[in-house]
């Protein structure tokens, strides 16, 4: 269980970061614009951005100022750190404009549309999943449920089934394949980006 809430707080966090990543992308190209360089364009986005995105780019400007890492492995840290698709396609983008050269601002304003793009396209997704999803729990829960309700209406009998020893078995057999089947539901309505 403790593992499950980590990783279910772990994956909000990701989530947010990933909502305001493109907000990020378009600061950093307003101060490139304005005639700021790459490194110092880093610093107003790290205080411009909310938390948690911020706290990582404060992260990569104390790399960069404070321990005196280089640019570019600086943000393969970020990339390793803030492990999602969206800041993959960030970094790649960064290090491939810093390495190449050309239109900073407009390479990663078109990058940030391509991340706003993806997000809508994955919060369509998980609209359109969402019943799946909810059949999956509903199924799930039904066994248990029903116990439930069959202790309340007829205790002594329902006592009894699930003392035996059959009925412990059927009991277990019912919850493993209540276990497969909504498994194997969140599998079908599971969409990878």
Do not use: W
Request: overall charge positive.
């Amino acid at each position: 269980v403790p593992d499950k809430i980590i990783g279910l707080l772990h994956n909000m966090r990701i989530e947010k970061m990933n909502r305001q990543l493109a907000d990020a992308m378009n600061i950093l190209a307003m101060s490139l614009r304005s005639g700021k360089t790459f490194e110092s364009s880093l610093p107003v986005v790290a205080k411009e951005i909310p938390t948690p995105l911020s706290e990582e780019f404060d992260r990569l400007v104390q790399e960069i100022n404070v321990a005196g890492v280089p640019l570019k492995q600086a943000m393969q840290r970020l990339a390793k750190r803030v492990d999602f698709k969206d800041m993959q396609i960030f970094v790649s983008t960064v290090l491939i404009v810093l390495t190449v050269g050309g239109q900073q601002a407009d390479i990663l304003d078109r990058s940030s549309e391509l991340i706003r793009e993806r997000f809508q396209i994955k919060m369509k997704c998980k609209a359109l999943t969402a019943e799946g999803r909810f059949t999956a729990i509903a199924i799930s829960l039904a066994p248990p449920v029903i116990l439930l309700v069959n202790l309340v209406i007829n205790y002594d009998m329902t006592f009894a089934f699930i003392t035996h020893p059959i009925g412990i078995l059927v009991l277990v057999a019912i919850g493993i394949s209540d276990y497969i089947g909504y498994r194997i539901l969140m599998r079908i309505v599971k969409s990878e980006f």
